[in-house]
């Protein structure tokens, strides 16, 4: 049984990323879960054991092995099967061990922005006390490494996702508007002549790798890219940013 839960932001793929209150939270936890991810996807496994070591943390490390998602479901009851079964490999994982303190999880970005971890936490039975360390989000990971404002002088930012931006195109009011889970590159739906494209993938890993420009001009190029990086490493992560000059 899982009495305190503790949700740990780890930013985007630097361990600098995580903050002194993460750093301690990890040394006071008695069991940290790590989720594996199968195979082509074992450096971010490694990310957080290093982040684990580099805490100093006496915490036991138990492994647990992510499920997939089944694409034959419709959207949302996929993502919910997913999330149900989550939620039962935490407890599954944990049926054995002798938890004598708090049970941290590490989470990519932050556990407030386009991340369900929360959500599954909800389905545990009994419903654990939750705490939430925040980390760096996504967002601030690229308008850092382009060096650029989330926002005009006042001006509106709408984050959404890849989906979204598919089926509800250009955000009404919106100046700026940050796209998140895209994995079809979006950004092509829409009409490129007046918009500017800053994107990035692996932000803060080794592997960061930035492009920006007209997204008229960038668009095939940014494309590219994220082709070759995915097969390169056998998984991508990114996000981009636009805005209307």
């Given at each position: 049984?899982?009495?305190?839960?503790?949700?740990?932001?780890?930013?985007?793929?630097?361990?600098?990323?995580?903050?002194?209150?993460?750093?301690?939270?990890?040394?006071?936890a008695a069991v940290i879960l790590v989720p594996t991810k199968g195979a082509g996807k074992d450096d971010l496994a490694a990310l957080r054991h290093a982040i684990v070591t580099a805490s100093g943390t006496y915490a036991k490390v138990i492994a647990f092995e992510y499920p997939v998602r089944d694409p034959s479901l419709p959207y949302i009851e996929?993502?919910?099967?997913?999330?149900?079964?989550?939620?039962?490999?935490?407890q599954h994982a944990l049926k054995d061990a002798i938890v004598g303190g708090p049970v941290a999880?590490?989470?990519?970005?932050?556990?407030?922005?386009?991340?369900?971890?929360?959500?599954i936490a909800e389905r545990l039975d009994p419903l654990p006390k939750i705490r939430i360390v925040p980390?760096?989000?996504?967002?601030q990971a690229l308008t850092a490494a382009h060096a650029i404002p989330l926002n005009t002088l006042g001006g509106p930012v709408q984050i959404t996702t890849g989906r979204q931006l598919r089926a509800q195109g250009w955000p009404s009011r919106a100046e700026t508007v940050v796209v998140m889970l895209d994995s079809e590159c979006s950004f092509r739906t829409l009409d490129p002549e007046g918009l500017l494209i800053w994107w990035g993938a692996f932000l803060g890993m080794e592997e960061q790798v930035l492009f920006h420009g007209p997204l008229a001009e960038a668009a095939d190029q940014i494309e590219a890219i994220r082709q070759t990086a995915r097969a390169e490493h056998g998984w991508i992560m990114?996000?981009?940013?636009?805005?209307?000059?």
């Amino acid at each position: 049984m899982i009495e305190n839960l503790w949700l740990i932001g780890i930013g985007t793929g630097s361990p600098l990323h995580v903050t002194g209150e993460g750093m301690q939270a990890l040394r006071d936890a008695a069991v940290i879960l790590v989720p594996t991810k199968g195979a082509g996807k074992d450096d971010l496994a490694a990310l957080r054991h290093a982040i684990v070591t580099a805490s100093g943390t006496y915490a036991k490390v138990i492994a647990f092995e992510y499920p997939v998602r089944d694409p034959s479901l419709p959207y949302i009851e996929r993502v919910t099967a997913w999330h149900d079964e989550i939620a039962l490999r935490w407890q599954h994982a944990l049926k054995d061990a002798i938890v004598g303190g708090p049970v941290a999880l590490l989470v990519w970005g932050d556990p407030s922005l386009y991340d369900s971890t929360m959500r599954i936490a909800e389905r545990l039975d009994p419903l654990p006390k939750i705490r939430i360390v925040p980390g760096i989000t996504a967002i601030q990971a690229l308008t850092a490494a382009h060096a650029i404002p989330l926002n005009t002088l006042g001006g509106p930012v709408q984050i959404t996702t890849g989906r979204q931006l598919r089926a509800q195109g250009w955000p009404s009011r919106a100046e700026t508007v940050v796209v998140m889970l895209d994995s079809e590159c979006s950004f092509r739906t829409l009409d490129p002549e007046g918009l500017l494209i800053w994107w990035g993938a692996f932000l803060g890993m080794e592997e960061q790798v930035l492009f920006h420009g007209p997204l008229a001009e960038a668009a095939d190029q940014i494309e590219a890219i994220r082709q070759t990086a995915r097969a390169e490493h056998g998984w991508i992560m990114d996000t981009y940013l636009l805005r209307r000059t």
